[in-house]
C-alpha cells in the first residue's frame, strides 16, 4: 500500500477506510461481525486510515471502530469527529439537532470518544462542521489544549470554507480537511479549499469519493434502498433527477471498461491522480468492495486521461444538488 501524507504529523494510506455506513445513513442495521471483518481485511491490505465520528449511530459507530482496530492500534490512525448536538433518544441522522462547537463541548466530546473507541489519544480530531456560533479560533483554540494535554495527535475539520480554514491553521496547525470530493462533487475546486490545501501543506480527505455509491455502477435503481436509506434525501437520488444521472455513469463504466478496470476504482483512480495530498475514504460494509477499492492505487491516470474523466462526469452534467437546502447551509462556513 502506498503511504501519503496530512499535515506535517500524519502518514496514512493513500485510501483510507470510512466507517459511518457500518452503522449509520445506509446500512443502520449492518451486521456487526462483517463489519469487524471488513475492518480486519483493510488492515491486512495495509489500509492504515479509519474514519469514524460521534454522531455516527449516534455513538455506536465509535464503539464499533475501537473493538475492531484494538488488535491493530499501533498500526492505524483512527480519526473521528465532533460538533453536532446530539438528541441521544434518536437515532441516524434524526439524532443531529444542532451545531455546538462551544470549547467546552470540545472537550466533553473527546474525552467522550476516547472511552467510546477505547483508546488513549485520537491521531485525527475534526470539527465535523463549522459553529457559526462559535469564532474558529476558540474551537480550535480548545482543540489544540487537547494537542497539548496529549489526548489528540492532530486537528482537521470538515467541510469548512478556504476563509475558515486559513483562520485555524493561523490557531494551530490543520493536519486535514474533510469534504465531499468526487468526480461529480467539485466544491473544494470551487470555493478555493483545494488550492488552499496545496499553499498550506493540508492534506484533503475527500469523503463519498464515490458518489455515496452511484458512481460504482452497481446501483441501477432506487428500489434497493431501505426506507430509511440516507440517500432517499438527497435530491440527486430523487427518482428523476437519478434516471437523468444514469447515461453519465454509463458513460463512466464504459471508459472504466476500456481500461480493463471498475467505474469505482477509476473514479477513485481519478481523485487520487490530483495529489499526493489528498486521501479519499471510501466507504463499505463488503470486503469484495473494499478489496476493489484498495485496488484503485495501483491504477495510473495521465494528466491527459484525468481531464477527459473530469469533463466527462463534471458536475454541471449531474441532476440535482448533493445536499438537501438545510444540510448545504452548514456546508462551507
Known sequence: MHTRKLGSTLSVSAIGLGC??????????????????????????????????????????????????????????IATKFG????????????????????????????????????EVID??????????????????????????????????SEASADTLRRAHAVHPIAAIQSEYSLWTRDPEENGVLDTC?????????????????????LKNLEGLSDNDFRRGLPRFQQENFEANLALIEALEAMAASKNTTAAQLALAWVLALGDFIVPIPGTTKIANLE????????????????????????????????????????NK
Open 84 to 119: 453536532f448536538k446530539i438528541d441521544a433518544s434518536k437515532s441516524s441522522q434524526s439524532a443531529m439537532v444542532g451545531l455546538d462547537s462551544r470549547p467546552e463541548h470540545v472537550k466533553a466530546v473527546a474525552e467522550a470518544s476516547l472511552k467510546r473507541l477505547g483508546i
Open 292 to 331: 476493489k477499492n484498495v485496488g484503485a492505487v495501483d491504477i495510473s491516470l495521465s494528466a491527459e486521461e484525468a481531464k477527459a474523466l473530469g469533463d466527462l462526469l463534471s458536475p454541471q452534467k449531474v441532476a440535482g444538488g448533493r445536499y438537501p437546502d438545510a444540510m448545504a447551509a452548514m456546508a
Open 20 to 77: 459511518m455506513g457500518m452503522s449509520h445513513a445506509y446500512s443502520p442495521s449492518a451486521d456487526e461481525s462483517a463489519s469487524l471483518a471488513t475492518l480486519a481485511r483493510a488492515v491486512e491490505l495495509g489500509v492504515t486510515f479509519f474514519d469514524t465520528a460521534e454522531v455516527y449511530g449516534p455513538f455506536t459507530n465509535e464503539v464499533l471502530v475501537g473493538k475492531g482496530l484494538k488488535p491493530y492500534r499501533d498500526q492505524v490512525v
Open 198 to 218: 496545496r499553499e498550506l501543506g493540508i492534506g484533503f480527505v475527500p469523503f463519498s469519493p464515490l458518489g455515496r455509491g452511484a458512481l460504482t455502477g452497481a
Open 124 to 157: 485525527l480530531f475534526y470539527q465535523h462542521r463549522v459553529d457559526p456560533q462559535v469564532p474558529i479560533e476558540e474551537t480550535v483554540g480548545a482543540m489544540a489544549d487537547l494537542v497539548r494535554e496529549g489526548k489528540v495527535r492532530a486537528l482537521g475539520l
